[in-house]
C-alpha cells in the first residue's frame, strides 16, 4: 500500500523559508499528479498547489502570490514544496497527496509554524 510522508516543516519568523518534502516509502508517485494542501486548527484543508505528472505544469492557491514554488524528482520518487517570504497566516500542518486527492493517501502531515 502506497504511503505518503511529508518532512521538513519547522517553526519559523515572518519572512523565513522552508522547503517540505514528499515521499512514498515502498511505492511510487512518478505516475500521478501531485498536490500540497494545508490544514489549520478546526478549519477545513485548503489547496496549496498542484504538479502534473511532468513537472511541467504548476498550479498555485491565490493566497501563494509569487511565494512557493511545487517541484518534482522523479528519481528521488518525491515532491517538493519550497516556501519563502513566510507569514503567520501560512501556519498549519502541510499534507500531500495525489491530485485529485484520496482520502488513503492522507499522511500525518509537518507543522509549519510562522510567528516572531
Known amino acids: 500500500q502506497v504511503q505518503l510522508v511529508e518532512s521538513g516543516g519547522g517553526k519559523v519568523q515572518p519572512g523565513g523559508s522552508l522547503k517540505l518534502t514528499c515521499t512514498s516509502p515502498g511505492g511510487t508517485l512518478t505516475a500521478n499528479p501531485m498536490a500540497w494542501f494545508r490544514q489549520e486548527g478546526g478549519q477545513a484543508r485548503e489547496f496549496v498547489a498542484s504538479i502534473s505528472v511532468s513537472g511541467a505544469k504548476t498550479s498555485y492557491a491565490s493566497f501563494v502570490k509569487g511565494r512557493f514554488t511545487i517541484s518534482r524528482d522523479k528519481a528521488k520518487n518525491a515532491v517538493y514544496l519550497e516556501m519563502n517570504s513566510l507569514e503567520p497566516g501560512d501556519t498549519g500542518v502541510y499534507y500531500c497527496?495525489?491530485?485529485?486527492?484520496?482520502?488513503?493517501?492522507w499522511g500525518q502531515g509537518t507543522q509549519v509554524s510562522v510567528s516572531s
Open positions: 497527496n495525489v491530485n485529485p486527492p484520496t482520502t488513503r493517501y
